[in-house]
């Protein structure tokens, strides 16, 4: 079992950073890889970004590549999602979640979080 906790979420001007957490509770957390989720009011949950158990392979979304950065520290039990140079179409609910093999399908991942508002005005 895998407790997710957001947090770092809020409300920022277009061109601004945020960066958000996501804490993980469980012994199994390392052997875990991670995700990240965004879903806007009245679309699907995208896929943002991910992260091998190990952290050593990343993947992004296009629409966000070259902006956040996805890393995940196993001994604090925490994977982040830097967020850089934000535009109003990131505005959505944030989404960590824990998947044995990691893949865009939010189907595939076995465990979420609550969500964080990110909020990007213009």
């Known amino acids: 079992q895998v407790q997710l906790v957001e947090s770092g979420g809020g409300l920022v001007q277009a061109g601004a950073s945020l960066r958000l957490s996501c804490a993980a509770s469980?012994?199994?957390?390392?052997?875990?890889?991670m995700g990240w989720f965004r879903q806007a009011p009245g679309k699907e949950r995208d896929f943002v970004a991910a992260i091998s158990w190990r952290g050593g392979s990343t993947y992004y979304a296009d629409s966000v590549k070259g902006r956040f950065t996805i890393s995940r520290d196993n001994a604090k039990n925490t994977v982040y999602l830097q967020m850089n140079s934000l535009k109003p179409e990131d505005t959505a609910v944030y989404y960590c979640a824990a998947t044995r093999r990691i893949m865009y399908d939010p189907k595939g991942y076995d465990y979420w979080g609550q969500g964080t508002q990110v909020t990007v005005s213009s």
């Open positions: 469980g012994r199994t957390f390392s052997s875990y890889a």
